[in-house]
């Protein structure tokens, strides 16, 4: 029997997202946050929800720009201090030993050391009620080399990406190969 925990931020895992933006003198700036992922497939596009107090709220605002980071299991301690200090009060970049990289596609740049980038150009702003949701149209998908597979797209396995469990906050790595998409469900239709 199911138990109500009421209303409540959770859907288990969230991807850990690492938000690129620049301020109003140029200076970069990152942060991590667990409210974002897809949100439509043509354009292809991404929404992030950030709340107004934040540093980067208003960096997208002014640069209508993003970029977001996919931080991996070796970046787990970097990841987290993104999400809890501030870009008003110094460089989270040198900080966190990072290495901000100016995309020639968006005005935000993106993080060296992680492996996977999308860069966003801000379509929609969406006030939604503590978050605004800022929808961005990816024009660019940037991987290492060294996460692809045989057939071109990043392999999960390769690039060992970060989740969280939103109110335990708790950081997770990623989990096996169970089965392929689209493919492991027609034994049910058969059956």
């Known amino acids: 029997m199911k138990r109500s925990i009421g209303a409540r931020t959770m859907i288990f895992p969230t991807p850990v997202l690492v938000v690129g933006s620049y301020d109003k003198e140029g200076k970069p700036n990152a942060m991590t946050v667990a409210w ?3 949100c439509c497939s043509q354009p292809p596009c991404t929404g992030i929800s950030l709340r107004k107090a934040t ?11 993003f970029t ?13 201090y ?10 989270k970049f ?3 030993g990072l290495t901000p990289v100016k995309s020639d596609l968006v005005d935000a740049p993106y993080i060296r050391e992680f492996p996977f980038v999308l860069e966003c150009r801000l379509i929609h702003t969406v006030e939604i009620g503590l978050h605004t949701q800022f929808i961005g149209e990816i ?5 290492d080399e060294d996460i692809l597979g045989k ?31 689209f493919s492991i ?6 059956a």
């Open 36 to 38: 974002g992922g897809i």
């Open 55 to 65: 540093y980067s709220y208003g960096n997208i605002v002014e640069r209508k720009a």
């Open 68 to 80: 977001i980071n996919i931080a991996t299991e070796a970046y787990v301690k970097e990841a987290d």
């Open 82 to 91: 993104l999400g809890i200090a501030t870009g008003k009060k110094g460089d």
């Open 94 to 96: 040198a900080a966190a």
């Open 139 to 143: 024009v660019d998908v940037k991987a």
């Open 151 to 181: 057939d071109g797209l990043p392999d999960m396995e390769k690039m060992k990406p970060l989740v969280y469990a939103p109110e335990i906050r708790n950081y997770y790595g990623f989990g096996k190969f169970l089965g392929k998409s």
């Open 185 to 190: 469900g027609k034994a049910i239709r058969r």
